[in-house]
């Protein structure tokens, strides 16, 4: 098969990098365009990494020799395109929100799709927020949005937040197994790779806990609730259940989203078993698509009583996985328990190309 060219735009970041190292190998995907800040262009990839690239897997060596471009400069990314070296961009840009909006617009308006993990798109109605093995069906909107800007073969299609990834799919689950979930209280213990590189300093984070991150308790309350809306009238309108409300922290772990949630349900309420079998037996259209990174079992239960732990549970099934544990009855609520994501691979790059294959499996990357 030949592979299908893509670029990278912050291919120098955190998320950036976790791409770089999850594309080496895959099968569909070949990294051929990298681009970051106007500070980076114009060097060799691997000459700017060096001493800078965080992980413990190397990049390709095709993709070390690569000339990184200023991902601001379309004429670039569109000479790729016309050249066949560019077919769509994963975006893992940290810049204002507006400018992030701007060239993620421009990307898609040359006929460059976007599959992108900013914030910045989110809350463009017709914008579709994936979690492949929840939303898969806001794809349907892309024509809608293509229609209502004049794009023929651009299109953005957006990552939720890290920190939500822990919880939504099990509360999904158990919404999909006919449970109305209509309170959550979560509180979340985030590591630092979150912040980006580099991040949180090491005098604020050692040996401490920093109990604010600047807009993340609202994107963690929001951005469930657009994932588990439907498409009407042109755009994704909100579920309008749960209500969820949030405590974001910062620790000093270096990857893995940690998140202690406690539910409320509606009149039906699942006993704890039943719960714990809804997520063992819970699989999703890219289990059945087989799609390559796509995780066997989107949901891994943890039966012992310190379980999940992001050393020892953030890696489980290509990082890919969420891991829950601890469920047991609560005292406010319904039933509590502790969920686990990979924020860099699962909750960034790993749900970004899900996202892609996804969308290459139902036809809008091309044959
Ligand atoms: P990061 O480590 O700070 O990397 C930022 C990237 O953006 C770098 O490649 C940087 O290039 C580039 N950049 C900065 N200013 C730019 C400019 N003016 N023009 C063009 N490129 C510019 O951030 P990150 O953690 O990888 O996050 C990237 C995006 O993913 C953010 O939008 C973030 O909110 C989102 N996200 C992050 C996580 C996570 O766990 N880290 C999870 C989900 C979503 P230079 O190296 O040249 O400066």
Not at 206 to 234: F, R, T
Not at 301 to 314: H, I, V
Not at 320 to 344: E, K, Q, W, Y
């Amino acid at each position: 098969m030949v592979k299908i060219p893509v670029g990278v735009l912050g291919a120098t970041g955190m998320v950036g990098q976790q791409y770089i190292a999850l594309l080496a190998e895959h099968p569909w995907f070949e990294v051929r365009y990298v681009a970051a800040s106007p500070r980076s262009a114009g060097k060799k990839y691997k000459d700017l990494m060096a001493g800078r690239w965080q992980l413990l897997q190397t990049f390709a060596p095709a993709v070390g020799d690569l000339i990184v471009e200023d991902a601001n400069d379309l004429s670039r990314a569109i000479a790729a395109a016309t050249a066949g070296r560019l077919a769509f961009v994963f975006s893992a840009l940290e810049m204002e929100k507006d400018e992030i909006h701007a060239l993620e617009d421009a990307y898609a308006g040359a006929g460059i799709p976007v599959i992108s993990n900013a914030s910045a798109n989110r809350w463009t109605s017709d914008v579709p927020v994936l979690i492949a093995e929840v939303n898969p069906h806001h794809t349907d909107i892309i024509p809608i949005q293509q229609k209502a800007r004049g794009w023929d073969r651009g299109f953005i299609v957006v990552k939720p937040n890290c920190s939500i990834q822990s919880y939504v799919t099990p509360v999904y689950a158990l919404i999909k197994a006919g449970y109305e979930v209509k309170r959550l209280f979560v509180t979340t213990l985030e590591a630092v790779s979150g912040a980006g590189y580099p991040g949180v300093s090491s005098l604020d984070i050692l040996d401490n806990v920093v109990p604010y991150i600047g807009g993340e308790e609202e994107k963690s309350e929001l951005e469930p609730l657009k994932v588990l809306g439907s498409i009407a009238g042109g755009v994704i309108q909100n579920a309008a259940e749960p209500k969820i409300t949030a405590h974001c922290n910062r620790v000093p772990v270096v990857n893995g989203h940690t998140a202690c949630i406690s539910l409320e349900f509606g009149a039906k309420k699942p006993a704890i078993e039943e719960v714990k079998q809804i997520w063992t037996n819970f699989s999703g259209l890219p289990q059945e698509l087989d799609l390559p990174m796509a995780p066997k079992r989107p949901i891994i239960l943890r039966e012992e009583a310190n379980r999940p732990q992001p050393r020892k549970d953030r890696d489980t099934d290509k990082a890919m996985a969420v891991t829950v544990g601890r469920i047991r009855p609560c005292n406010l609520f319904d039933i509590r328990f502790v969920g686990l994501s990979h924020n860099t691979i699962r909750g960034a790059a790993g749900g970004g190309i899900l996202n892609a294959e996804l969308l290459k499996a139902k036809g809008y990357l091309g044959s």
